[in-house]
């Protein structure tokens, strides 16, 4: 008794969204597009023979890997672990998912580079930011804290006047 729904279900899990190479490539192409045109729309506000004229004028759209999964009707769980999955017989899938990952990455980087895209974000996204490791001993003794920071409080008032 009760309400037991769940058991009219026929079968668990999703059917692969993608039985070949050229349909996910063709969906892909589908995306690539959508996102040139679509642009953003962004409010520019100018003075023209003295008025101040608002424009809504169209800017670049970065293409992401959520956004692609969206547009495809998929989460990134079931696109990432689709590819860790593909075997020796998927040589044609690995392929069409290298080079959407690289089109999407070309797109931001050239974006950014052209300053058609916000610089600082889209190179964090894409893992470029540059990282200084600075290696510190601080195995002092207690002396030589004492004297270094001595040391630092002569030079901020030295520099304070």
Known sequence: MGNQFWK?????????????????????????QWVEDNPLPETKVFQYQGKVIKEIVPIMRAMTMQQLC????????YFRKFKERLGEDDKGFFTVITD????????????????????????????????????V??????EERTERIAAL?????????
């Open 137 to 142: 001993d601080a195995k002092l003794s207690p």
């Open 100 to 135: 959407i990952e690289n089109i999407i990455y070309t797109q931001k980087f050239q974006g950014a580079a052209g300053g058609l895209l916000v610089a600082n974000l889209i190179s964090r996204e894409l893992g470029l930011v540059d990282k200084k490791e600075i290696e």
């Open 70 to 77: 969206f547009y495809l009707k998929c989460d990134e769980s």
């Open 8 to 32: 009219f279900r026929s079968k668990h899990g999703r059917d692969t969204l993608f039985s070949t190479p050229e349909i996910l490539w063709e969906a892909a192409c589908e995306y690539f």
């Open 153 to 161: 409080m002569a030079k901020m008032n030295e520099l304070n006047g």
